[in-house]
Nanobody, 125 residues
């Protein structure tokens, strides 16, 4: 059974930083894209960042470019999201995600087969 477990969320002041981690188990994602999404109260789940299997290629939502960095450690089957210069509008539950197939880039929820349980990030002004 595949599990993806996020950690690292919390409460931070605007301008601060957090680093999220997502450890996967049950299968290897070393050949797959992995991604982060977020969902704020009353809003749809939205794409944040994606990384390909090697880490050489990344995609970011415009709202987080130059502030967030996605990375991965294939030896640990883990993906990370470094979040800097946080803003109150970044407040949301953050989910890690992956597609079943290596050729799929999970930049929309419809392309995701595996979800983590989510971790809350709250940015105070």
């Amino acid at each position: 059974q595949v599990q993806m477990v996020e950690s690292g969320g919390g409460l931070v002041q605007a301008g601060g930083s957090l680093r999220l981690s997502c450890a996967a188990s049950g299968r290897s994602f070393n050949t797959n894209h992995m991604a982060w999404f977020r969902q704020a109260p009353g809003k749809e789940r939205e794409f944040v960042a994606d990384i390909n299997w090697s880490g050489a290629n990344t995609i970011y939502a415009d709202s987080v470019k130059a502030r967030f960095t996605i990375s991965r450690d294939n030896a640990k089957n883990t993906v990370y999201l470094q979040m800097n210069s946080l803003k109150p509008e970044d407040t949301a539950v953050y989910y890690c995600a992956a597609a079943r197939d290596p050729w799929v880039t999970p930049t929309s929820p419809s392309r995701v087969n595996y979800w983590g349980q989510g971790t809350q990030v709250t940015v105070s002004s």
